[in-house]
């Protein structure tokens, strides 16, 4: 089993910025490739970034390149996703996940472990 926590979420002006962590226990870090996905309402679940078990490989989504990086720190067993120049449509609930195994996920079918998530809303 894996537990996941997020944190960091919050209300943001467009253009400010969070920075989001994703808390892992359970199982050994390094085995975990991981990544971020987001909900927003009445939306689907959609992936946003992923990063491998050692951290020298990521992947973003399109709507998000450019403006948010995703990292991780294997001696605290924690992921991030720094986000800047937030926009409005950047509002939803963030999602930390795993497959489970070294391969890191890219779309929500691949996630065996989700976390509950943390809401981040961005005002115009």
């Known amino acids: 089993q894996v537990q996941l926590v997020e944190s960091g979420g919050g209300l943001v002006q467009a253009g400010g910025s969070l920075r989001l962590s994703c808390a892992a226990s359970?199982?050994?870090?390094?085995?975990?490739?991981m990544g971020w996905f987001r909900q927003a309402p009445g939306k689907e679940r959609e992936f946003v970034a992923a990063i491998s078990w050692g951290g020298s490989s990521t992947g973003y989504a399109d709507s998000v390149k450019g403006r948010f990086t995703i990292s991780r720190d294997n001696t605290k067993n924690t992921m991030y996703l720094q986000m800047n120049n937030l926009k409005p449509e950047d509002t939803a609930v963030y999602y930390c996940a795993t497959t489970g195994a070294i391969s890191p996920p890219k779309r929500p079918g691949d996630v065996h472990y989700w976390g509950r998530g943390t809401q981040v809303t961005v005002s115009s």
């Open positions: 359970g199982r050994t870090f390094t085995n975990l490739g």
